[in-house]
Structures are given as C-alpha cells and as structure tokens.
C-alpha cells in the first residue's frame, strides 16, 4: 500500500483512493506507462481529449517558445495576443459555414465554455428586449462540466446529489424524446426559454447515439420557438467525430458551440464557445453592451499556441481521416464481443468512441461491475473509462488497428473473468 496522498482527487472515492493512487509516469503515441514502468495501451485517450497521442515534442516546443516570448497576459478590455487572435481567426475559418459569421470567446475548459454559452444566451435575450427569456433545457444523460451552471444542467442525477438547490430556471427531458422537449416548451412557456443545449453524441452518460432525425428536429423545435440550440461539443469537436466542430457529421447549425479537450489534446487547458454573429450583433455593433464575463485565463497565451501546434499536426497527418477509419475499427472489433458474458448493449457507430454496456439484471446485482471490468482490463495493459452502466473507449487518433484488436480482446477477457468472478452466466 503506498503512502496518504494529499492530492483530493476529481470524481474520486477519496477513501479508497488515498493510499492507491494510480500514477502515471510518461505516454508516447497511443500508450501510457505508469510508476513500475508498465505499458498501458491508452483507450480512453486520458479523458476522451489526447487525440493527437501522447508525447507530441512539436506542442511541446511551441508552448516552451511562447513562455520564453510572452507566456501570459490578460485579455480583458482591449488587450490580446497573436496567439489568441490568430486561433480565433483559425477557429472561426473551420466553423464557417456550421455556424453564421462566427466569433470564438476562450476560457480554460468544457465546464467554463458551458458557462459562457449559458450566460450569454441568457444576456443576449435581455439585450434584445426578451428578458423573460432565462429558461435552459438540457437532457437526461447529459453532462456539462461540474460548474454552477453546469451542475444545474447535466443529466446524471449523482452528480447533483447533495449539491443543494440548482439553478430553477433549468430543466431537463429524455435524451431521445422530441414530444418530451416540445411539451416542455408549452409547460415553460415557449417565450421564456433562452436555450436547449444537447450533446451530438452524448459522453460521460453513456456515449449514446441519438435517434436518427433527432438533432434535427431539436434544432428546428428551437428555430420555431425561438430559442438557441447549443451544441456542446467539448468531447465531440476537433476530431473525435471526424469534423472539425463535431456537427457537421449530423448536418447540423447551431448559435453555440461549446468546445474545449481536442482543441489541444489535452496538452494544456483550453476551452471556448463559438458563437453566431447573430448573437454577438447586439455587443458588437453600435455603441454595444457589456459582456461582464470571462476567466483570468481567458485567450491564455501559451495555450494558444500549444493549440495552433496541435491542429498543424491534425492537419498535417490526416487526423479527421483518420478518426473515421477508426470509427469502422471499434466497431469491426467490437462486433466481436457480441453475445459476450454480461452484455446488454454494444454502442457503436458514430464517432471514434464507443461503450460496452452491461446487463441490467447483473448490473442491478452487481452494481460494481464497471469497476470490476475496468480493473481487469488495466491489469490486461488497457485503460478504459468507467461509466454509469458501461465501459468506454474514446482512443488517440494515432491509434492502430492492432492497438484496437487488442484492447478490443482485453475487454472481451476482462468480462469473461468478472462473470467467472461473479459466478453469472
């Protein structure tokens, strides 16, 4: 047993964590090696965000050449950087097109874009004389960050217990319901909702594929009523769904987009929101209103950078090419755990992500089986991530067909030991 930590670590069993600390030493390409100098094939690309692979020295480099430069400096008011004005530039060329005449805001991560994208929905409505707009609807199964806002929006119900009261001008309908979210607009009242916001492919609760059609009608329930539709995309753009801002796979134009993991691979924190001339219209124009918003690290230097070094190598090695070949991989290889010991479901299909998700009836029995799964897959050399009733992968887009067959066949051990273990069938 190793020795108390005092690092209080994120979404952790802290009493169990303690003195089990799982420590990660280095990482090249599509793998990881912990503290005994174990190899671990990385399939959740630490958490769904190291897209272009671990031990990238170009990131590397750009980020050590602009803290030797200017490592840091407020954007507020008037000030910026090259950095920071050149990657909205950038930003803004990739997502012509999905989202009308657009203009990017950056913060440190997916929880500050969802603040950003809330807030100015609810500001924006209040700067065009609507002020009674205030109202968001999100989705059962959702996940939004662990922000305030964020808190009150998100769908998995333990993330909230306990948490005391959430933000009363939320609410939330089935993930895969339109007649649920077109009543909620009449129970509402159609002239008080700012907002829905939906995942493309949903994350965290479960990596759930929406019915076909579905996006489509909740983008156009919002266009009817008058509501934004904001696309949180923090797991699903820059590349994860073989598109630069995710929607474009679906068709789809919203007023935000959310975004934040792929933008560095994970390198250093970065998040942001793109948003529709549209709505920057009543801010922009004219004498203009203020925006009281925004994070110390906001337009952070170096993380700009860092972020031009990892999309150079997006574009330089194909990787949104890549990320749909990978697609069909995962899910060749894992049409080979159907039929399995303990599966109920395999998601697959769209996106180089998926989830193996359990039997209800053993998992009401045993409701650690993700935990036990994801044990014995780490003890196989293959991390996973845990969720509700599943196991995920969402791997660098550096990884091969061989790392997938055989992370593949890892999980297809691992829940055949947990079932022996169990003594189900």
Partial sequence: MSADTRFWHPFALMSQVRRNEFVITRGAGAHVWDADGKRYFDACASLWCVLVGHGRGEIADAAAAQMRELASYSAFGAFTSAPATSLAERIAGYAEGVVDDPRIFFGSGGGDAVDTAVKLARRYFNAIGQPDRMHVISRTQGYHGTHGLGTSLGGIAVNRDGMGPMDPETSQ??????????????SVGPDRVAAVIAEPVIGAGGVHRVPPGYLQGLQELCRRHGALFIADCVISAFGRLGTWMGVERLGLQPDMITFAKGITSGYVPLGGVVISGKIAEPFWEGDGLWFRHGQTYSGHTTACAAAHANLDIFEREGLLERSI?????????????????????????????????FDREALAAHPDIPMRVFAQTRDRGVLTRMLGDAVAISPPLVATQEDIEAGTAAIGEALSAVAGDLGVA
């Fill in 173 to 186: 309908v089935p993930w895969d319901n339109l007649e649920a979210l077109e009543a909620q607009f009449t």
């Fill in 325 to 357: 070949e990978l697609e069909e991989q995962i899910i060749g290889a894992f049409a080979g755990l159907e039929g399995a010991p303990l599966v109920g479901e395999l998601r697959t299909g769209i996106g180089s992500l998926a989830a193996v998700a």
